[in-house]
C-alpha cells in the first residue's frame, strides 16, 4: 500500500542536497558532530556528511550523467539511491555495468518500502541504458534485504592488509589516466565495488585537500591508483595484470607500510596478504 503523500521515485537535482545529507545525517549519533570540521566530517563518512561536500560530489554525478534518484513524503527527501552506470570488464568480458553505489532511506522512515522502491527504479534505468546487470555491494546488515529483490552472490574477493615492505618497486610511467585506457582490463586489486566505481573515484569525483592521490601510472602491462583512503590507510587499485601487483606494492612503499586493497583468493598467499573479511558482490542479470 503506498505511504500517504508519497510521490514518485524522481532524479535529483542540486536543490535536494540539503535533504540528501539530512538522510545520511539521520544515522550519526555523535553528540559533536555538528561541531566537527567539513574535513573530519568527509573522513566520518564521505561527502554527504556536509552540504558543502555533498553539492560538490553531486555535481560530478551530473556533469558525467550519472543517475542519481530521490524519493519524497510530503516535500521531504527521505531516500536517496547513485547509480554509476558504465561498460567495463566484469566476470572476464565486457559488459554494460549499473552499480547500485550508495543506498540510504532516512532512519525515520525505513521499514515501509522506499529502499525497495528505488532498487526498483534502479533495475528500469537500468534495463532502459541497456545494461546487462546491476551490482552491489551489500553492508552485511544489509544483505538479507537484497537477497529478497533477487539478487545473487556473482563476485567474491578477499579484503586484505599487505605489507609493502616485502616488495621491491618496478619503474613505471607516472600518468593519469582515461577510463578507455582500462575499461578493457580487469581490476585485479581494490575490487570493493564496480570497476568504474574505483576509476570515477579516483579521477573525477575528488575533493580538493581531503582526498589523495599520491600515485597513479603504468606499470608492466597494468594501470594503477595509490591513494590515502579516508580511514588514513593507504589503499591501491590496480587495472591489467595481477602479476604486476608486487611491483606496485613496491612502489607504494614509499608512502605506506601497509595497505587495504581487494584481491582474489589465489593471491592471498603469494602476497603474504592478512585477511580482514570477505567482499561480495551481489547481482541481477538484466539481459
Same mark, same amino acid.
Given at each position: ?9 524522481? !532524479? &535529483?537535482?542540486?536543490? /535536494?542536497?540539503?535533504?540528501?545529507? *539530512?538522510?545520511?545525517?539521520? /544515522?550519526? /549519533? ?41 524519493? !519524497?513524503i510530503g516535500n521531504e527527501v527521505v531516500g536517496e539511491l547513485e547509480l554509476l552506470i558504465e561498460e567495463e570488464m566484469f566476470l572476464k568480458k565486457l559488459r554494460k555495468v549499473c552499480? &547500485? ?5 532516512? #532512519? ?19 534495463? &532502459? ?18 537477497? #529478497?529483490l533477487g539478487y545473487k552472490k556473482l563476485l567474491e574477493n578477499y579484503v586484505v592488509k599487505i605489507s609493502t615492505g616485502n616488495f621491491d618497486p618496478e619503474d613505471a610511467k607516472l ?5 578507455? *585506457? ?8 581494490? #575490487? ?35 591513494r590515502e583512503l579516508p580511514n588514513g590507510f593507504g589503499g591501491i587499485y590496480v587495472w591489467g595484470h595481477e602479476k604486476d601487483i608486487p611491483g606496485i606494492l613496491g612502489r607504494a ?8 586493497? &581487494? ?25
Amino acid at each position: 500500500m503506498p505511504l500517504q503523500g508519497y510521490k514518485m521515485i524522481r !532524479e &535529483a537535482t542540486l536543490d /535536494d542536497t540539503m535533504g540528501i545529507v *539530512k538522510c545520511h545525517l539521520s /544515522d550519526v /549519533d555523535i553528540p559533536e558532530y555538528p561541531r566537527l570540521s567539513v574535513f573530519d566530517r568527509y573522513k566520518y563518512g564521505g561527502p554527504w556528511m556536509s552540504v558543502e561536500t555533498c553539492s560538490i560530489h553531486l555535481n560530478y554525478m551530473f556533469l558525467h550523467n550519472q543517475p542519481v534518484l530521490v524519493a !519524497e513524503i510530503g516535500n521531504e527527501v527521505v531516500g536517496e539511491l547513485e547509480l554509476l552506470i558504465e561498460e567495463e570488464m566484469f566476470l572476464k568480458k565486457l559488459r554494460k555495468v549499473c552499480n &547500485a553505489d550508495v543506498l540510504i532511506v532516512h #532512519r525515520d522512515f525505513r521499514g515501509k518500502g522506499i529502499g525497495k522502491a528505488l532498487m526498483q527504479k534502479a533495475e528500469e534505468f537500468a534495463k &532502459a541504458k541497456g545494461c546487462d546487470v546491476i551490482l552491489v555491494t551489500p553492508e552485511d546488515r544489509s544483505y538479507g534485504f537484497y537477497k #529478497r529483490l533477487g539478487y545473487k552472490k556473482l563476485l567474491e574477493n578477499y579484503v586484505v592488509k599487505i605489507s609493502t615492505g616485502n616488495f621491491d618497486p618496478e619503474d613505471a610511467k607516472l600518468c593519469s589516466f582515461s577510463w578507455e *585506457k582500462v575499461k578493457r582490463l580487469e581490476l585485479v586489486a581494490g #575490487r570493493f565495488q564496480s570497476s568504474y566505481h574505483h576509476w570515477f573515484s579516483s579521477f573525477v569525483d575528488l575533493i580538493a585537500d581531503i582526498d589523495k592521490i599520491l600515485e597513479a601510472g603504468r606499470l608492466g602491462k597494468s594501470y594503477y591508483v595509490i591513494r590515502e583512503l579516508p580511514n588514513g590507510f593507504g589503499g591501491i587499485y590496480v587495472w591489467g595484470h595481477e602479476k604486476d601487483i608486487p611491483g606496485i606494492l613496491g612502489r607504494a612503499k614509499k608512502y605506506f607500510s601497509e595497505v587495504i586493497t &581487494a584481491i582474489s583468493r589465489d593471491l592471498i598467499e603469494e602476497l603474504e596478504a592478512e585477511i580482514l573479511r570477505r567482499n561480495i558482490i551481489l547481482g541481477k542479470w538484466i539481459s
